[in-house]
């Protein structure tokens, strides 16, 4: 059990020091910063793995144009305008509350507050 705390504490260390070279400017590739932060790297697949699950989307996704103009339209229903943010978030926070409280006790209603990050 000790080696194994020292080998997630090393690890961690580790995670930290690539965090802190990133903050600083340094620049890692995609599959450099999952492994050093996470110790992940994405598993790659030949092309021919994307075709295949592309041919199986092709006839699920209605409508006319590409395969890619049909996913933005499906997709588009499920994008919530700027302007109703706010209201969908509370209603889906009161549902959960309501939800929850018939399993469990819950402290008081407690304020959730957005906050906006601008990029």
Known sequence: MERLRLAYLAKQLSALQARVRIVKGE??????????????????????????????????????????QRYENWRRAFVIPKDKLDAVFQLAIKACRERTLAHIKLPPERKFQRRIRHQ
């Open 27 to 68: 620049r890692l590739k995609f599959d450099e910063e999952s492994q050093a932060l996470y110790d992940a790297v994405a598993p790659k697949f030949p092309d021919s793995h994307f075709q295949e699950i592309l041919a199986k989307l092709e006839p699920k996704l209605p409508g006319e144009g590409t395969l890619l």
